[in-house]
């Protein structure tokens, strides 16, 4: 069942789309149950296909469609590395082993921990900034290089996201 704080956001969101739309706000409402559970499970998206009147294989054809939504818990941390072709040429090959390398795990893993995962993902449209990773879907890390990686890492670790 979405929580109460997830209903309410997306109840603010459905405000901007005619009321018969209520699917309009389908990929708000999958950020909501991602940034509250870390990810999003297959009854969320029950929930949420119940709760815009849409369905489920709607829901799950938006989330997987995407590469923002974590469909199995990918740790506190998830790096996604554009591995495009503009970032691809900018070295995004080095980031990803690097990244793999550093933190021990691979492309759709979390550290034991389970403080970091890596992913690849699509374009993010700032290839000006290649090599580049997003934490957690929220900040933008560009012009990579190992010691900017590893001063990221410490930061995050340090609690400084």
């Not at 789309?17 to 029950?46: C, H, T």
């Amino acid at each position: 069942m979405l929580s109460e704080q997830i209903q309410a956001k997306i109840e603010r969101e459905l405000v901007k789309y005619p009321a018969d739309q209520r699917q309009s706000a389908v990929m708000a409402a999958l950020r909501f149950v991602q940034d509250e559970k870390g990810w999003i499970a297959n009854d969320d998206m029950a929930d949420i296909a119940a709760y815009l009147g849409m369905p489920q294989m709607a829901v799950y054809e938006v989330a997987t469609f995407y590469h923002m939504y974590n469909l199995k818990p990918m740790g506190k941390f998830t790096l996604t590395v554009c591995t495009n072709l503009s970032c691809q040429l900018c070295g995004s090959d080095d980031t990803l082993a690097y990244l793999k390398q550093k933190l021990g795990i691979g492309i759709g893993e979390i550290t034991p921990d389970g403080k970091f995962g890596v992913r690849e993902g699509e374009c993010m449209g700032a290839c000006v900034d290649a090599p580049m990773f997003t934490i957690n879907n929220k900040k933008l890390c560009g012009r990579l290089t190992p010691q900017k990686i590893d001063q990221i890492l410490a930061d995050l670790e340090g609690g400084q996201a």
